[in-house]
């Protein structure tokens, strides 16, 4: 049992430090085949900007990916109807052929910072719209697409700092 609270208590201790996490969602894609024609999109509502931001995009795919690439569009609409886009070509594997990222078995997670530093100009709703734009009509096995927000490390401040 002793065992198991220091357990907890260094989870708690570990999860409490670091940038926080303001959004975090993953959207699975259809059969593991991400279609050309099939955006995943993800609404995030922004209440304070006063923060820097780190944007991320989080890819689950299986060994089998084929490519060493991923090319993806990222378009961001604001709340004031303003539309960005931006294209990002994503190196999945090293020049020896082995994958980035974390695996276990045959699945591999890669987390890829797209944005860093952002700073919201206005409260409200900013919808990323991410599209697969490989050549060709499908990607084989993509399994997830995700995105996490986070306050950016260079200012963030911890509740111990705060209370200093």
């Known amino acids: 049992m002793k065992k198991l609270l220091f357990i907890l208590f260094l989870s708690f201790i570990f999860c409490s430090c670091g940038p926080k996490k303001v959004y975090e969602k993953y959207i699975d894609i259809d059969k593991n085949m991400w279609d050309r024609e099939t955006s995943v999109d993800f609404n995030i509502n922004i209440e304070n900007i006063e923060n820097d931001y780190d944007i991320f995009l989080e890819i689950r795919h299986t060994l089998y990916y084929i490519y060493d690439n991923l090319a993806v569009s990222i378009i961001t609409y604001y709340p004031n109807g303003e539309i960005r886009i931006k294209d990002y070509n994503i190196k999945m594997r090293d020049s020896k052929g082995t994958f980035y990222g974390d695996g276990m078995g045959d699945i591999f997670d890669l987390e890829v910072p797209v944005m860093k530093n952002v700073k919201f100009q206005e409260k409200g709703v900013y919808k990323f719209k991410i599209q697969n734009i490989m050549p060709r009509p499908t990607t084989a096995n993509i399994m997830q697409i995700g995105m996490i ?14 209370q200093n």
């Open 149 to 162: 927000v986070k306050q950016s490390k260079e200012n963030y401040v911890s509740e111990e700092e705060k």
